[in-house]
Structures are given as structure tokens and as C-alpha cells.
């Protein structure tokens, strides 16, 4: 026994695990596998995904390499149960199989439908399905954007029914409506469509219609992708869906901002009927224009209503025509009664102003002058005489003090230098006279100068008192009434009968006695016509 022992072949661990490996992968070279996904906590930092798949007695490991991983049109999630495509093969080191996993698909309907109803309240949550969200699409859109399969029937029923409505002007943006590229093509192509300037060379569109025909739930998966609803419910443009018939619903149909049962129900809620508007407008026109001349002939009926009610124009100048006849006609008789009025009063005033009177004026006037002439002449000579007499005196004492005090200095000197000589002395002397004489010479230019200024004002003081002179009411016909004492008399009972009282007229003096009772003196009367003259008309 121990023999055979020792006579069979001995194999290294790694050569047994390779055989087992070359074995394994040649029985099992691409299997499928059904099973529950668990272990699964995201991809790894390397970008694999590793996780279990089980039943309900078994257990397979599973690794999704991180290339694959970005193919796959069906991400793994924790506890769904779904069909694994790869190939089996080992681990050597921990002396595991598993399986390297290629695509994952969905187990069954009921597995999508559950994965479908998780991803909607996750959506829902956030708020991408909510009512305030949605946006009003326009009503008559200039451009529009499809975003479906160019092959295929639905993007010729939305061009068709588009022709029959409204014709307008279409972009269409190829994609695949089914298959692994859906989801990405049509994110792209919502993301393309916003991105448009409005002013661009391609025309931004107004309202975009994401479409395709009727499937199975796996056809139209792509429509329920996270990232595709997220770009729906992000999309500046207005959004309508319409994919697959009236009875399937995808994701995108709640984040859109209206659902259509059909593609052909998505072009007829995008457009109105252009026949339709036509006639709209036609009508609303119509009763515009009917309106305007039903409001036009009520304006005209209510202007004559007014106008009967009116006077004409005739009536309303006649009592101003009438007038203006009326002061035209007066105005000839006013014009002479104004000249005649103008005459009389002329006449009253002639009858008053005869030469007569103007050279008795003529002749008071030049008195007064003269009597201001002497007075001035006699003020000025009396200012003049005055000054002379305060100026007289000091220009006498003036030599004298100057050879007093030349006197007293030559004394000084002498006192000061007993042994000086005359020459000298005169030599000062002469000196002293030089300065004394330009003082001397504008001594007498100021006093000359400050009789004049004396003189002047005199002269104005001399113009002040004759102006406020008593004299000048004297020179108007009035009386100073004095008593024998030369007290003024400016009451009647001061002076009392018999009394002698001096009156002072302009050009002299008269003595009177008060009388008893006062002098009555009357108004001279006009002539009339029984003294032989005539009296004027005017």
C-alpha cells in the first residue's frame, strides 16, 4: 500500500487550481445564470463591481469588470432578481469559482415592474413629478423639436398630422428608442435642443415631442432611465411625451410637461388647426367691425342729439351784432358830446388865465429872486467877513513868532557856543528861513483853501434857511402876526379888542387895531345878462 503511495504523481497547488480553472471554463464557457444579486455595495474604487448570486440553496460569486460595467444597459441593484450572461471560471488563490458577468437583464416582468415602482417614489420624493414643475406650452410654436427613431412610422404620423394642422418648421433629432444607447442618445439629444441660441444659425426650438411606437416594457426601459427623466424634468423647452400606445407609461411621462396617448395626439396638441384659427380670427374681425359701426352709429345719433339741442350760430352773434350796431351808432354823438364837454371846460379855464395874471406872476416871481439874491449876497459877505476876521489875527502873530522863535534859537545858540562866529549863525539862520518858507507858503494855501470850503458852506447853509424861511409863506400871500412885545399871535383869542398888532408881509410892515366883530367878506358875483354883457354858451 505504502508502494503505491509513493509511485503517484505529485501536482503543485497552482497546477491543480490552473487545471481546475482550464477545466471549468471549458465545461462552463458563456452560461446564464439566474439568480438574486446580494453583496452588491456600488462599484469598487477600482470601477469593478463585485457581489453574490444565490437561490434558495446556492451561492455564486460574481465580478463585473469595470469596462463592462459601463455597457451595461441594466445596472445592478441590491435584492433584484435578474438573468446574469458570462462565463464561469476560478479564483486560484482563495480557490473559488465565479462568474465574470457580461450583461445583466431583468428575471421577469414582475422584477421590472417592482424596479419600476422603486425608481418612481425615489423621483417622486424629490419632486420631479410634481404639478408646479410643469410648464404652459406655447400656443402656436414657430419651431418644433422631435426627438425620436428617423426610420421609423412615428416621426412620419407627427409630420403628417403637423401638414394637416399647422405646418411648421421641424427639427428632427435622430436617436435609438430601444436597446443600451437609448437612454444616453436622448439625454443628449434634450441637452442638444437647449443648448440652441435663439438667435443662432439652427433655430432654437419652441416645444420639444419625445416619441416612439408601442412595446414591451423591456423595449421601452429606456424611457424609464433616471438620467433620461432628469433631463426631461430639467429641459428649458416645454416638453411633450408620447411613447408607446395610450395604455403604456414611462417615467418621462410624469416629468414632461404634458403626456400624449399617441405620437399622432402629440403633434395635434402641439399645433391648433391653422383652418380653425383662420376662421377665429375671421370672426373675431367680423365683430370687431360690427361693433366699431354699431358704436360708430351711436355716436352719430347722440352727436345730432346734441347738436338739436344746440341754438344755431347766427342766434348766439345776433345780440353781439346788435350791441356792436348800437355803440357804432353812438359813437358819432359821444364823440361830440366828449368834444363839447372838452370845450366848456377849456372856456372855464381861459376866463382864469389871462396875461394880465401870468405877468403879475411873472413879476412876483422875479421879486422873490431878487429878494434871494440879496440875502445871499448879504450872508455870503457876512461869512466872508468873518473869516477874515478869525484868519487876520494869526497871519499877523505869524512873522512875529517866526523871528521870536528864529530869536529865541539864535539866544540857544549863543548860550550853547559863546564862541561862535555870525557867519555861521546866519548860515542857520538862512537855512531856518528856507524850511520856514514852504510852510509859510502852505499855510496860506490852507487857509485860503479853508475859506473857500467856509465860504461854500456858508453859502448852502445860507440856501437851507431861505428855503426854510417863514419869508417864503410870506411871499405866498400870507401874514406874521405880532403883538407890541413881538410875540407871535397864531390864535384868535390872543388877540383881543383894540389891541395894536404888527403885520409883517414879503415886502414890509403894517400896523393894525383889532376890531370887535370880524370883516365878512363876499364872493364876487358874475356879471349877468341884465349889466349888458353876454354870457358864453360853453
Not at 491543480?16 to 439566474?34: M, N, P
Not at 465574470?100 to 421590472?112: F, K, W
Amino acid at each position: 500500500m505504502s508502494q503505491l503511495l509513493t509511485n503517484a504523481a505529485e501536482f503543485t497547488v497552482s497546477e491543480i487550481a490552473q487545471a481546475v480553472k482550464r477545466t471549468v471554463e471549458d465545461e462552463f464557457g458563456h452560461v446564464r445564470v439566474r439568480g438574486e444579486i446580494s453583496g452588491f455595495r456600488g462599484q469598487h474604487s477600482s470601477g469593478h463591481a463585485y457581489f453574490t448570486l444565490k437561490d434558495d440553496t446556492a451561492s455564486i460569486d460574481a465580478v463585473v469588470w469595470k469596462g463592462n460595467y459601463a455597457r451595461l444597459a441594466f445596472k445592478p441593484e441590491e435584492g433584484l432578481e435578474v438573468i446574469a450572461t458570462g462565463r464561469l471560471t476560478t479564483f486560484p488563490r482563495s480557490s473559488k469559482y465565479q462568474i465574470v458577468i457580461e450583461n445583466i437583464e431583468p428575471a421577469g416582468a414582475g422584477a421590472l415592474m417592482a424596479l419600476l415602482e422603486e425608481r418612481r417614489k425615489k423621483l417622486l420624493a424629490e419632486g420631479l413629478f410634481a404639478r408646479e414643475r410643469k410648464r404652459p406650452l406655447p400656443y402656436l410654436p414657430r419651431v418644433i423639436g422631435v426627438i425620436t427613431s428617423p426610420t421609423g412610422a412615428v416621426i412620419r404620423d407627427i409630420l403628417h398630422r403637423l401638414d394637416d394642422r399647422f405646418p411648421s418648421h421641424v427639427l428632427v433629432w435622430p436617436v435609438r428608442v430601444q436597446g443600451d444607447t437609448c437612454a444616453p442618445e436622448v439625454v443628449n439629444a434634450i441637452e442638444g435642443f437647449n443648448a440652441f441660441l435663439p438667435a443662432g444659425q439652427i433655430p432654437r426650438p419652441d416645444l420639444l415631442i419625445v416619441a416612439r411606437g408601442g412595446g414591451s416594457i423591456e423595449d421601452l426601459w429606456g424611457f424609464n432611465e433616471e438620467a433620461v427623466v432628469r433631463a426631461v424634468a430639467g429641459s428649458e423647452i416645454p416638453v411633450i411625451t408620447a411613447v408607446g400606445h395610450e395604455t403604456d407609461t414611462t417615467l418621462v411621462d410624469y416629468a414632461s410637461d404634458m403626456r400624449a396617448p399617441t405620437p399622432t395626439a402629440a403633434a395635434e396638441a402641439s399645433v391648433p388647426v391653422r383652418a380653425e384659427l383662420i376662421a377665429y380670427v375671421d370672426d373675431h374681425g367680423l365683430r370687431q367691425r360690427q361693433a366699431m359701426r354699431r358704436e360708430l352709429a351711436s355716436l352719430k345719433d347722440r352727436l345730432r342729439a346734441a347738436a338739436a339741442g344746440l341754438p344755431r350760430p347766427a342766434d348766439l352773434v345776433s345780440t353781439h351784432r346788435q350791441s356792436l350796431d348800437l355803440a357804432s351808432s353812438q359813437l358819432s354823438g359821444a364823440l361830440r358830446h366828449f368834444v363839447q364837454a372838452r370845450r366848456i371846460r377849456f372856456s372855464n379855464l381861459a376866463s382864469s388865465v389871462q396875461p394880465r395874471l401870468v405877468r403879475q406872476r411873472h413879476a412876483e416871481l422875479g421879486e422873490r429872486l431878487t429878494v434871494l439874491q440879496r440875502y445871499g449876497e448879504t450872508g455870503l459877505s457876512k461869512t466872508v467877513e468873518r473869516a477874515r476876521l478869525r484868519l487876520n489875527p494869526c497871519a499877523r502873530q505869524l512873522p512875529t513868532a517866526t523871528a521870536t522863535a528864529l530869536e529865541r534859537k539864535q539866544t540857544a545858540l549863543a548860550r550853547l557856543l559863546p564862541g561862535l562866529s555870525d557867519k555861521p549863525l546866519r548860515a542857520e539862520l538862512r537855512h531856518a528861513q528856507g524850511r520856514l518858507s514852504p510852510l509859510v507858503a502852505r499855510l496860506d494855501a490852507a487857509a485860503t483853501q479853508t475859506a473857500q470850503a467856509r465860504r461854500v458852506q456858508w453859502e448852502q447853509l445860507g440856501k437851507l434857511l431861505e428855503t426854510l424861511s417863514y419869508r417864503n409863506v410870506l411871499a405866498r400871500g400870507y401874514a406874521l402876526v405880532q403883538d407890541e412885545t413881538g410875540a407871535v399871535v397864531t390864535t384868535r383869542a390872543n388877540a383881543r379888542p383894540g389891541e395894536a398888532l404888527n403885520l409883517s408881509f414879503a415886502d414890509g410892515e403894517v400896523g393894525v387895531v383889532v376890531a370887535g366883530a370880524p370883516v365878512i367878506r363876499r364872493k364876487p358875483t358874475r356879471p349877468g345878462p341884465d349889466d349888458g354883457s353876454q354870457e358864453s354858451l360853453f
